[in-house]
């Protein structure tokens, strides 16, 4: 299972999303910290679930953060957030 997948599981069991989509950037980053050979370490999430009504921009994003923890522990060096509440 991709680094994706595994994120994209983690998000659909913690939010239960109405929009989620996973991107992989990390050919962007070739060269840059945190980049390794095969990819999976940089990527763009946008999401929206209702799970995240009434939080400000900080508490989505540490939600977003603690839900994805082991990846970001393993591989994942950076992730840009789009969150919202629906």
Request: glycine share 8%.
């Amino acid at each position: 299972m991709t680094y994706a997948e595994r994120m994209e599981a983690k998000l659909q069991a913690a939010f239960a999303p109405s929009a989620l989509e996973i991107i992989d950037q990390s050919e962007d980053h070739r060269g840059h910290g945190g980049y390794r050979d095969g990819g999976e370490t940089h990527f763009k999430i946008i999401i929206r679930a209702a799970a995240f009504t009434g939080m400000n921009r900080v508490a989505q994003q540490r939600a977003v953060m603690a839900a994805l923890k082991a990846e970001l522990d393993e591989r994942v060096h950076a992730l840009a957030l789009v969150v919202s509440g629906d």
